[in-house]
């Protein structure tokens, strides 16, 4: 167990609608990274927070946005969601956000869009 | 943001030493070298880093030559279970985006 909790695990929608995927980091780590992982995409970096701040940004597409709360609990919102959004989505964490530190994942939620 | 280049599968059997290189030809002298191992639909999880010469846990062995240009993590004695994708990652503190590449898929054979 990691100590990263992903909620839903799976979540099942259809096209244009709008979904939101929960994050609660690991106690005590201040930074929250989301990835996506499609069959024919690999492991793809979207967007990393630090404390509530936005700290670097990847593949993200202008239809999805994330937040940190000051709970440190983070949420990746989902709209108009096409097909290909289908994946699997997982949020990591780590004390302090710096590029050497250890990353601890979660379990991933798995988006499937009909 | 130090690119890096791995094979994209390697095959081994039971019991084997199995050793899987990673390029980073333009590693910076602050930047560190790390390996996750990922089963499927699982999320990656970390196995060793190291910045220079050799580093073992209880997992596995990273090598990192002189040059840093490189480096080779090596697992021990296979089983069917190691069977998995691995990355690997270069960073320094300074880098705060933890982009994975495609990652070597290893598959251990009975």
């Known amino acids: 167990d990691s100590g990263v909790t992903q909620t839903p695990k799976h979540l099942i929608t259809a096209t244009g609608q709008r979904v939101t995927l929960r994050c609660s980091p690991r106690?005590?780590?201040?930074?929250v990274y989301w990835y996506q992982q499609s069959l024919d995409q690999g492991l793809q970096f979207l967007i990393q927070?630090?404390?509530?701040?936005?700290?670097a940004k990847g593949n993200i597409l202008e239809r999805f946005s994330a937040q940190q709360f000051p709970d440190l609990h983070s949420e990746l919102n989902l709209s108009s969601l096409e097909l290909g959004d289908s994946a699997l989505y997982f949020c990591?964490?780590?004390?302090?956000?710096?590029?050497?530190?250890?990353?601890?994942f979660g379990s991933g939620t798995q988006l499937s869009v009909l | 943001l130090a690119k890096t280049t791995q094979p994209i599968s390697m095959d081994s059997y039971e019991g084997q030493e199995v050793n899987i290189t990673c390029s980073h030809n333009?590693?910076?002298?602050?930047?560190?070298i790390t390996w996750y191992q990922q089963f499927p639909s699982q999320g990656p999880r970390f196995i060793i880093q190291?910045?220079?010469t050799k580093v073992t846990n209880e997992v596995a062995s990273l090598f990192i030559p002189a040059d840093r240009k490189s480096s080779t993590l090596s697992l021990p004695r296979v089983s069917l279970s190691d069977t998995a994708v691995y990355y690997c990652?270069?960073?320094?503190?300074?880098?705060?985006?933890?982009?994975f590449g495609a990652g070597t898929r290893l598959t251990v054979k009975p």
């Open positions: 990591a964490s780590s004390a302090t956000g710096t590029g050497f530190e250890k990353l601890f």
């Open positions: 106690s005590g780590d201040l930074s």
């Open positions: 927070y630090y404390n509530g701040e936005e700290r």
């Open positions: 333009n590693i910076a002298t602050n930047d560190y």
């Open positions: 190291g910045y220079k």
């Open positions: 990652l270069v960073g320094d503190y300074n880098n705060n985006d933890m982009r």
